[in-house]
């Protein structure tokens, strides 16, 4: 039907054209939303200081959650029960709290303890007063850092930073992991290995990472005190091992307190930052794990006592802060980074008002929404936030002394660049990633061969897993009450290693799950269910 040239058939015309418009745009907003969903694990940060009775007569203390899955961030008071000196959460691929960590224990996402979360780092005089008795605090800020532990879903490894000497309060010498599985607990998340040693020295508390250009597993990077080493560790399926140890610059001559290192969004440049020994930016290949081309800044004649560096999400413009002063560098004046140098802040004077403490400039770190937020040399209430970090010059837009719900301890979580990938191109991009992968806690459980049948979580409340054996497949299983009267059973398909069971109708009691293989082997196992 042909229409005819009227006012309403006009309307129509602009109202499909218009609705197409608007449409197509919301197709790719959304599509937009479902690619950056899965790299949320920085979306939720926490701040704060336990409360104390006896210093606390107005109720500033307490804990601060920062929400990234909202814009602007959503800031929000909470009840914790840990002092965030050393700082580093995680949270799942939709942006939801998983567990932080203060350095000295590991918490939950409803701000208990993790199950088998306490005594980390333990060992030595310094935890005992720094993390049992707090009488001085722990004593690293940039110590601790949690990653997706490639290969094993929902699994994800906290690296720390330990100071063991009982004579010593001052150099770090252990470097550690332990391993969280969020399918322990109930899904509340358990520490299945703790303490564990991967390389003894005395470090700088500088600890931060990037991904391999493979998209899948990270490097670490930790400085050697006063020796102008590197320590270059690699995550992957297999683990954590030492790869190298690379001189290369000048000495980090501060090896704990008020300095910071981090990697480029792109994984490109690695940078550190301390009072001593200045500013220092690397070139950085995802590939190898080799840093080279140092470039080496020191500050002319400026107060320089605490000292942090980040890099916008464009990797173009570093910001490194000396207490009083903050400087943005181009990354992009490969020339001569050094004389690209721009003084964009000055710390203007303000305190905190009960406390009298300065809200000097600190560390800092780049949020999911983009924007850098640096924290004070002081445990107050504020922080700073430099609103537009790709803009040159002070059009970057620096805010001094952003009001908190809370007092907070010095760091901000200290956390990898979720949202870099596969090297595209590159010699090493050999997994066939290309691009984003799929969300870790999507993914199916890793199987790891053992020698006996297990059932995971377990106690249980919704549903455990059941592995069989050796890697051993098919078969037939079924549960049993304590009175041995018969409850449910399945087949075990042949062509699954792991199989899940569902407990979410059975009463809490103790029940026996009975195994028969098809070589007529028989495995027993106790299952405890739990509301």
Same mark, same amino acid.
């Given at each position: 039907?042909?229409?005819?040239?009227?006012?309403?058939?006009?309307?129509?015309?602009?109202?499909?054209?218009?609705?197409?418009?608007?449409?197509?745009?919301?197709?790719?907003?959304?599509?937009?939303?479902?690619?950056?969903?899965?790299?949320?694990?920085?979306?939720?940060?926490?701040?704060?200081?336990?409360? #104390?009775?006896? @210093?606390?007569?107005?109720?500033?203390?307490?804990?601060?959650?920062?929400?990234?899955?909202?814009?602007?961030?959503?800031?929000?008071?909470?009840?914790?029960?840990?002092?965030?000196?050393?700082?580093?959460?995680?949270?799942?691929?939709?942006?939801?709290?998983?567990?932080?960590?203060?350095?000295?224990?590991?918490?939950?996402?409803?701000?208990?303890?993790?199950?088998?979360?306490?005594?980390?780092?333990?060992?030595?005089?310094?935890?005992?007063?720094?993390?049992?008795?707090?009488?001085?605090?722990?004593?690293?800020?940039?110590?601790?850092?949690?990653?997706?532990?490639?290969?094993?879903?929902?699994?994800?490894?906290?690296?720390?930073?330990?100071?063991?000497?009982? /004579?010593?309060?001052?150099?770090?010498?252990?470097?550690?992991? =332990?391993?969280?599985?969020?399918?322990?607990?109930?899904?509340?998340?358990?520490?299945?290995?703790?303490?564990?040693?991967?390389?003894?020295?005395?470090?700088?508390?500088?600890?931060?990472?990037?991904?391999?250009?493979?998209?899948?597993?990270?490097?670490?990077?930790?400085?050697?005190?006063?020796?102008?080493?590197?320590?270059?560790?690699?995550?992957?399926?297999?683990?954590? =091992?030492?790869?190298?140890?690379?001189?290369?610059?000048?000495?980090?001559? #501060?090896?704990?307190?008020?300095?910071?290192?981090?990697?480029?969004?792109?994984?490109?440049?690695?940078?550190? #930052?301390?009072?001593?020994?200045?500013?220092?930016?690397?070139?950085?290949?995802?590939?190898?794990?080799?840093?080279?081309?140092?470039?080496?800044?020191?500050?002319?004649?400026?107060?320089?006592?605490?000292?942090?560096?980040?890099?916008?999400?464009?990797?173009?413009?570093?910001?490194? =802060?000396?207490? /009083?002063?903050?400087?943005?560098?181009?990354?992009?004046?490969?020339?001569?980074?050094?004389?690209?140098?721009?003084?964009?802040?000055?710390?203007?004077?303000?305190?905190?008002?009960?406390?009298?403490?300065?809200?000097?400039?600190?560390?800092?770190?780049?949020?999911?929404?983009?924007?850098?937020?640096?924290?004070?040399?002081?445990?107050?209430?504020?922080?700073?936030?430099?609103?537009?970090?790709?803009?040159?010059?002070?059009?970057?837009?620096?805010?001094?002394?952003?009001?908190?719900?809370?007092?907070?301890?010095?760091?901000?979580?200290?956390?990898?660049?979720?949202?870099?990938?596969?090297?595209?191109?590159?010699?090493?991009?050999?997994?066939?990633?290309?691009?984003?992968?799929?969300?870790?806690?999507?993914?199916?459980?890793?199987?790891?061969?053992?020698? @006996?049948?297990?059932?995971?979580? #377990?106690?249980?409340?919704?549903?455990?897993?059941?592995?069989?054996?050796?890697?051993?497949?098919?078969?037939?299983?079924?549960?049993?009450?304590?009175?041995?009267?018969?409850?449910?059973?399945?087949?075990?398909?042949?062509?699954?290693?792991?199989?899940?069971?569902?407990?979410?109708?059975?009463?809490?009691?103790?029940?026996?799950?009975?195994?028969?293989?098809?070589?007529?082997?028989?495995?027993?196992?106790? /299952?405890?269910?739990?509301?």
């Amino acid at each position: 039907m042909r229409c005819s040239c009227n006012s309403a058939c006009w309307f129509c015309y602009f109202f499909n054209i218009y609705f197409m418009k608007y449409f197509i745009l919301f197709i790719f907003l959304h599509s937009l939303v479902l690619s950056f969903a899965q790299i949320n694990l920085d979306n939720i940060w926490i701040l704060g200081r336990d409360k #104390n009775p006896f @210093e606390d007569t107005i109720d500033r203390f307490g804990g601060t959650s920062v929400d990234f899955n909202f814009l602007p961030p959503k800031y929000s008071r909470i009840t914790i029960h840990v002092d965030m000196e050393a700082n580093a959460s995680i949270s799942d691929s939709s942006g939801n709290l998983l567990f932080y960590t203060d350095g000295c224990s590991i918490s939950n996402k409803l701000h208990g303890l993790l199950k088998n979360g306490d005594g980390i780092n333990a060992g030595g005089l310094t935890f005992v007063q720094g993390c049992v008795q707090n009488t001085f605090g722990y004593p690293t800020h940039q110590g601790v850092m949690i990653l997706p532990f490639p290969g094993h879903a929902n699994t994800y490894v906290l690296l720390h930073l330990r100071k063991p000497d009982p /004579l010593s309060r001052a150099f770090i010498e252990d470097v550690l992991y =332990s391993v969280i599985d969020m399918y322990g607990d109930g899904g509340l998340g358990e520490v299945t290995a703790k303490n564990q040693l991967i390389a003894q020295d005395t470090f700088c508390d500088m600890l931060t990472a990037t991904r391999h250009g493979n998209g899948r597993d990270w490097w670490v990077v930790v400085p050697r005190y006063n020796t102008a080493e590197y320590y270059v560790f690699l995550l992957s399926p297999e683990g954590i =091992s030492l790869r190298s140890v690379q001189q290369i610059g000048a000495p980090i001559k #501060n090896y704990t307190w008020a300095i910071q290192a981090t990697f480029s969004p792109d994984g490109s440049k690695y940078a550190n #930052n301390a009072p001593l020994s200045g500013l220092q930016i690397f070139d950085f290949d995802r590939c190898s794990g080799f840093l080279s081309n140092a470039v080496h800044n020191r500050y002319p004649g400026d107060t320089v006592f605490a000292c942090g560096v980040a890099i916008s999400s464009s990797s173009r413009y570093l910001y490194a =802060s000396t207490r /009083l002063k903050l400087y943005q560098f181009d990354l992009y004046a490969t020339r001569n980074i050094e004389a690209s140098r721009e003084l964009v802040g000055v710390y203007d004077g303000f305190a905190d008002y009960f406390s009298s403490l300065p809200t000097t400039f600190y560390q800092m770190m780049l949020a999911p929404d983009k924007k850098i937020y640096m924290t004070c040399t002081t445990g107050n209430k504020y922080w700073h936030i430099i609103h537009t970090p790709d803009k040159r010059g002070v059009n970057c837009a620096l805010e001094q002394h952003f009001e908190l719900p809370t007092v907070h301890s010095f760091s901000p979580p200290n956390f990898p660049h979720f949202r870099l990938f596969d090297a595209q191109g590159s010699p090493c991009d050999t997994l066939g990633i290309d691009g984003p992968p799929p969300p870790r806690d999507t993914m199916p459980p890793a199987v790891v061969c053992r020698g @006996e049948l297990r059932i995971f979580p #377990n106690p249980a409340s919704v549903h455990s897993w059941l592995e069989l054996p050796d890697c051993q497949k098919g078969g037939m299983a079924a549960v049993y009450d304590i009175t041995g009267r018969w409850v449910t059973d399945w087949v075990l398909e042949p062509d699954e290693l792991r199989t899940q069971v569902d407990v979410s109708t059975l009463v809490s009691g103790v029940y026996v799950v009975r195994v028969q293989l098809p070589d007529g082997k028989r495995l027993t196992k106790k /299952l405890l269910v739990v509301r």
